[in-house]
């Protein structure tokens, strides 16, 4: 089984091919992302953090070779597992595709079925270098459900292990009060907005001590981030 609503990033530029894709796996029930080449896909890893890469081998300017070697060599994303999408069929070809990075290929043209099967046991296959988040002196443990900071221990509520769990899998990014009530409490809860001022402020209080600095950024008329700070 899949974990639920597993982030999917697709990079195909053929609109037809990349709608098919993008409608199936949204049945099947993936969160998914779509680009059409590779400097848009990777302006999109700085905002969205998926579970899986799904990449076309032959893009428009960057080729699929090329941006999982970009990715690979970027630490924040080098764990990204990234499964190849290819019309060569070739023994060399997926050598070459394994050896730029990539953890997985599939010869296109392919089954939704098929396609699947492959995301689902990538997704297994890395569920444990998933268990770990960390940021600086943070280190968040989802299996044990233990927050740390420079080794020690904090004492967070449910809601503010999810906010900083969430946070810590997009840093540095900016996100309103409402993409927060979305993201974090889910679309179906009816929360007031300024009760996640207070979470937020608990979240600061179990994270900082003493002079650390603070990496819960406010930015004003927008919202939080975690972020290091000025």
Same mark, same amino acid.
């Given at each position: 089984?899949?974990?639920?609503?597993?982030?999917?990033?697709?990079?195909?530029?053929?609109?037809?091919?990349?709608?098919?894709?993008?409608?199936?796996?949204?049945?099947? +029930?993936?969160?998914?992302?779509?680009?059409?080449?590779?400097?848009?896909?990777?302006?999109?890893?700085?905002?969205?953090?998926?579970?899986?890469?799904?990449?076309?081998?032959?893009?428009?300017?960057?080729?699929?070779?090329?941006?999982?070697?970009?990715?690979?060599?970027?630490?924040?994303?080098?764990?990204?597992?990234?499964?190849?999408?290819?019309?060569?069929?070739?023994?060399?070809?997926?050598?070459? +595709?394994?050896?730029?990075?990539?953890? %997985?290929?599939?010869?296109?043209?392919?089954?939704?079925?098929?396609?699947?099967?492959?995301?689902?046991?990538?997704?297994?296959?890395?569920?444990?270098?998933?268990? *770990?988040?960390?940021?600086? %002196?943070? /280190?968040? %443990?989802?299996?044990?459900?233990?927050?740390?900071?420079?080794?020690?221990?904090?004492?967070?509520?449910?809601?503010?292990?999810?906010?900083?769990?969430?946070?810590?899998?997009?840093?540095? /990014?900016?996100?309103?009060?409402?993409?927060?009530?979305?993201?974090?409490?889910?679309?179906?809860?009816? *929360?007031?907005?300024?009760?996640?001022? *207070?979470?937020?402020?608990?979240? /600061?209080?179990?994270?900082?001590?003493?002079?650390?600095? %603070?990496?819960?950024?406010?930015?004003?008329?927008?919202?939080?981030?975690?972020?290091?700070?000025?």
């Amino acid at each position: 089984m899949k974990p639920p609503a597993a982030r999917v990033l697709l990079v195909e530029d053929d609109p037809a091919l990349q709608l098919m894709l993008r409608y199936n796996l949204d049945k099947l +029930g993936y969160r998914v992302e779509a680009e059409a080449d590779g400097e848009a896909a990777l302006e999109k890893l700085e905002q969205f953090r998926p579970d899986v890469l799904v990449l076309d081998w032959m893009l428009p300017g960057m080729s699929g070779i090329d941006l999982c070697r970009r990715i690979r060599s970027n630490p924040q994303l080098r764990d990204v597992p990234v499964l190849m999408l290819t019309a060569r069929s070739d023994e060399q070809d997926s050598i070459q +595709g394994l050896d730029s990075g990539a953890d %997985d290929y599939i010869v296109k043209p392919c089954s939704i079925e098929a396609l699947d099967a492959r995301l689902r046991a990538l997704l297994r296959r890395v569920q444990g270098t998933h268990d *770990v988040l960390s940021f600086a %002196d943070l /280190r968040l %443990d989802l299996q044990t459900h233990r927050a740390e900071r420079n080794g020690r221990a904090l004492t967070l509520g449910p809601t503010e292990f999810r906010l900083l769990e969430f946070f810590m899998r997009n840093p540095r /990014r900016v996100f309103s009060r409402d993409d927060l009530l979305q993201k974090v409490w889910g679309a179906n809860v009816h *929360v007031e907005l300024r009760t996640i001022d *207070v979470h937020i402020r608990r979240l /600061r209080r179990a994270l900082n001590e003493g002079d650390e600095p %603070d990496f819960v950024r406010t930015v004003r008329s927008a919202g939080y981030a975690l972020d290091d700070p000025a």
